[in-house]
Every structure is written in structure tokens, then in C-alpha cells.
């Protein structure tokens, strides 16, 4: 069983890596698809069916989609100029000092939690109780993270519709 989890911290990791490490941002966003597909393999590992079915639902399919939308959809017009270059070393510092400091605090974090095996079980969860959980008591945070996504993937839509003015053809 460790193997397969293994495997898996390896797709999942190098996807993730090889997602930053592209200039180009359609790839970095189909990259980021495959990194969040090893996350959905990582709860079919643990035996989170449901979690597993909503990581592709949702990521994999709801929001790669609006991001591959966004980044479509706001690319710069041809002779915009590029972006210019990532600065030097200095901004691969600060992304490294961040990430540490992540990475300290989700182990700060695991540490002082209490693990023993003597703890209770779980409560059995099934689909249909977590079903009715979502929709009932947080049906609202669910319609929240909707309306979210839908006024990003329309901003990203106004942000690269053509002007209009006085000097453009009209259509109408």
C-alpha cells in the first residue's frame, strides 16, 4: 500500500513543481489539472470515495475549466508587449521563505495534534448523510463559492472584451 501512496506523492508533487516552473500559462493550468487529479487519487488511497468524485467534479472540472477560461480570455491582444521576466534570484528567495513558512506552520500544526489509538471512531458517514449535510445546513456556502466562480469567469470576460469608443466600428 505505501508504494501506490508513493506513487501518488509523486505524480501529485511533480505536477505541482512542473506547474510553477512553466512560463506558459495554459500549461501551468493543465499541469495544475493533473496535480489536482493526484489529489482526488490521493482520497481514492485513503477511502474518501465522495471526496474523490468531488475533487474531480469541482477541480478538475469546474474550476481548471474557469481558469483555462480566465487565462484565455485575458491573454494580451499581439502587440501588447510581453510580460516582462521574473526578477532574479531574489523573487525565488521569497518564494522559498514563504513556502517554509507554510510548510512550518502545517507542521506546527500536525505535531500538536493528538493521535492515539485509542481515540474514538469515526462516526459512520455515508454519501447520502453528507449529501444532505451539504445541501441543508451549508446550501449556502455551496450557492457563496457558485456565485464566486461565476463572477470570476465574468470578469475575466470583461477584462478581454474589446473597447469601444469613438474611434472603433460600431457593430450596431
Known amino acids: 500500500m505505501i508504494p501506490v501512496l ?83 534570484p531574489g523573487r525565488a528567495i521569497a518564494g522559498l521563505a514563504v513556502g517554509a513558512l507554510v510548510a512550518a506552520v502545517i507542521a506546527r500544526a500536525v505535531l500538536a495534534t493528538p493521535f492515539s489509538p485509542a481515540a474514538e471512531a469515526a462516526p459512520a458517514l455515508t454519501t447520502r448523510r453528507l449529501g444532505v449535510e451539504l445541501m441543508g445546513a451549508h446550501a449556502g456556502a455551496l450557492l457563496v463559492a457558485g456565485v464566486i466562480l461565476t463572477v470570476a469567469l465574468l470578469g475575466a470576460v470583461v477584462l478581454a472584451a474589446p473597447e469601444s469608443g469613438p474611434g472603433r466600428d460600431d457593430p450596431a
Do not use: D
Not at 488511497?45 to 474523490?52: I, K, S, T
Open 6 to 88: 508513493a506513487a501518488i506523492a509523486v505524480l501529485l508533487l511533480g505536477a505541482a513543481a512542473v506547474a510553477m516552473a512553466r512560463r506558459n500559462l495554459i500549461h501551468s493550468a493543465l499541469w495544475l489539472v493533473l496535480a489536482w487529479g493526484g489529489v482526488a487519487a490521493f482520497y481514492l488511497w485513503a477511502g474518501a470515495e465522495f471526496l474523490a468524485f468531488a475533487q474531480v467534479l469541482v477541480y478538475v472540472g469546474a474550476v481548471s475549466m474557469v481558469v483555462l477560461f480566465a487565462v484565455l480570455l485575458t491573454r494580451p491582444r499581439p502587440g501588447a508587449g510581453e510580460a516582462p521576466a521574473a526578477a532574479g
